[in-house]
């Protein structure tokens, strides 16, 4: 008797404690396309000390240089000038393609490894990540947001750069045509257009190096190796780069185009290595995404 009455509360209570879910099996009002918003999550990267501190030394660098000028043996201009170096000196507009030909190698990379890396492995190395899909965010949801955002982050900390050095340098030294090794010369507004163009150069060519830095995030647990492991191809690649026994092969090297942009400031511009560079960096970066969405979806994440 006592038995029959349990059973019955039991039925009573079950339909009242039961959630609603929709058709899919989701909770009432649940849109996976409003998850993980780009807006919330470039914020709270904005808000990191990390990304602060990466700002602000990218707007100090400029400063760092003017200072090494200062403090260095500037003597006189050879004519012809032999390299852009020679010409930092000589305006602010120079002074940007100078800094951007010194950090296109290393620090670019670097900082492009940086926000790419930590996507996926900054999540896991928290612990958060798990909770982030079982809220449920879809995963490759979740991978392209994170992806958008450290592309945002990369795409200003090179205008930052690019912004602080023209202005550092036109304080310091001027405004003036841009002048190239070769006698060039660039009046405003093409200067400025040219600098553009760079900038838009390097964020083209810097996409096999994201997309990389993003495989290697969703492959670790720790950041730092997925940042160091991408900036450690790099390295072998424009080490591979150097040697001449290679010839021709060196062109299928991902970094072999990095500064094929100083072909936009030749009076006639030859868009060949410019076109090549393009075809390889997106030719490298798909097989990279590709492998990136197979493994991450693939992963068991459990931790």
Known sequence: MQHERDRSAERAVEP???LPVGPDGSAPGYRANRTLPLRVELRRQLARGRTKLVLCCLAVLPLLLVGTFAL?????TPHPPADFGDLATSNGTNFTVFTLL???HLLLVLLVALFFGDAIAGESSWASLRYLIAIPIPRHRLLRQKALVAGLLSCLSLLVLTGAAL????FWY???VLRTPHEGVL???WNVLVLLAICGYLAIHLTWVASLALLFSVMADNPLAAVGAAVGVSVISQILDEIPRLEQFRILLPSHHATAWTDLLDTNIDWTDMANG???ATAYAAVFITATLVRFHRADITD
């Open 102 to 104: 010194l950090c296109t």
């Open 174 to 176: 001027g405004a003036g």
């Open 187 to 189: 009046h405003f507004p």
């Open 278 to 280: 393009t075809l390889s």
């Open 72 to 76: 260095g043996n500037e003597g006189t």
């Open 16 to 18: 009242a404690t039961r």
């Open 167 to 170: 202005a550092t340098g036109t």
